[in-house]
């Protein structure tokens, strides 16, 4: 019995000098110096952190430069589709020549789409458009003013000359994207 009181009583005593020890050697001359390794890493790679993540948000914030627009060569299809457009323009019928008038604009639209330009329609997808990605840009702007009053005045009359106008200026641009 004295045995184990004695192992109890050493027990009691270890446990209890483990507080009564100095630890100041340990914590001054290997965990200061650990924890102030560990500070100075961890400060920096928080700044670098914040400098990457700086950079992600500005790349976010400045609108990417757009390639010049291109399209694949003349494809038949095309111009096998434009040809169709021109000759709904040059119906006698006013709402052929503006069916073929929105046509047109709606081809340019899918066009402007596929280079990359986001939008819901193609007159904000215009407003991207730079001025030396289509050398003929005012020219389509004026062709879908035309196309605008088609949609948006019931009472609007399209004469034969402002169709050929428009359908000749939407051909000046699919040329010089080479479409057709």
């Known amino acids: 019995m004295d045995a184990i009181f004695n192992f109890y009583l050493y027990l009691i005593e270890t446990v209890i000098s483990f507080f009564y020890y ?19 890493i961890f ?30 060569k003349a494809l038949p299809e095309n111009i096998e589709g434009w040809n169709k457009i021109v000759e709904k323009s040059q119906s006698m019928d006013e709402n052929q020549r503006k069916f073929a008038i929105i046509e047109a604009d709606t081809l340019i ?26 050398e003929s840009l005012d020219d389509l702007w004026e062709a879908h ?18 169709t050929k106008a428009a359908i000749s200026r939407y051909e000046k641009v699919l040329k010089e994207l080479e479409y057709v």
């Open 109 to 134: 639209d899918k066009i402007l789409g596929l280079a990359g330009y986001d939008g819901e329609n193609l007159g904000s997808k215009l407003k991207q458009v730079e001025r030396g990605d289509i």
């Open 145 to 162: 003013k035309v196309r605008n009053r088609i949609a948006h005045e019931a009472t609007y009359k399209l004469s034969q000359e402002y």
């Open 22 to 40: 100095d630890y100041t050697l340990i914590v001054n001359n290997i965990l200061k110096p650990l924890a102030f390794a560990f500070s100075v």
């Open 43 to 72: 400060a920096f790679f928080t700044i670098w952190s914040i400098v990457k993540l700086r950079e992600i948000v500005k790349s976010m914030k400045t609108p990417m430069a757009k390639e010049p627009i291109f399209v694949s």
